[in-house]
């Protein structure tokens, strides 16, 4: 059984930074991501990272602003959010899956096995 418990939400004014982590227990999975969830939306893909090469793969909207990265020896990976917008708002998840789950289709939450609880992040204007 795979436990993914998210850390890092807040409130932050527009222009500003937060730092989401989340720690994994139980089998390993070598691809790890981010998703978000607007009220009365999708959720959608943010950020993956692959372990078995490092490669990262991020959503338009997020590509310079935000960086995922891992700790292997941790089992946790973290999401560094800098210059955050008010479309930022949303709650952020955390997901686990095998390494096809980092494929051309990262950014379908439908591809992703495990799941964390989700943080609330605000963004104020």
């Known amino acids: 059984q795979v436990q993914l418990v998210e850390s890092g939400g807040g409130s932050v004014q527009a222009g500003g930074s937060l730092r989401l982590s989340c720690v994994a227990s139980?089998?390993?999975?070598?691809?790890m991501g981010w998703f978000r969830q607007a009220p009365g939306k999708e959720r959608d893909g943010v950020a993956s990272?692959?372990?078995?090469?490092?490669?990262?793969f991020y959503d338009d909207s997020v590509k310079g602003r935000f960086t995922i990265s891992r700790d292997s020896a941790e089992n946790t990976e973290h999401l560094q959010m800098n210059n955050l917008k008010p479309e930022g708002r949303a709650l952020y998840y955390c997901?686990?899956?095998?390494?096809?789950?980092?494929?051309?289709?990262?950014?379908?939450?439908?591809?992703?096995?495990?799941w964390g609880q989700g943080v609330q992040v605000t963004v104020s204007s």
């Open positions: 139980g089998a390993y999975n070598p691809c």
């Open positions: 997901a686990a899956g095998p390494t096809w789950t980092c494929g051309a289709s990262w950014n379908q939450a439908t591809q992703w096995p495990y």
């Open positions: 990272f692959y372990a078995g090469s490092g490669k990262t």
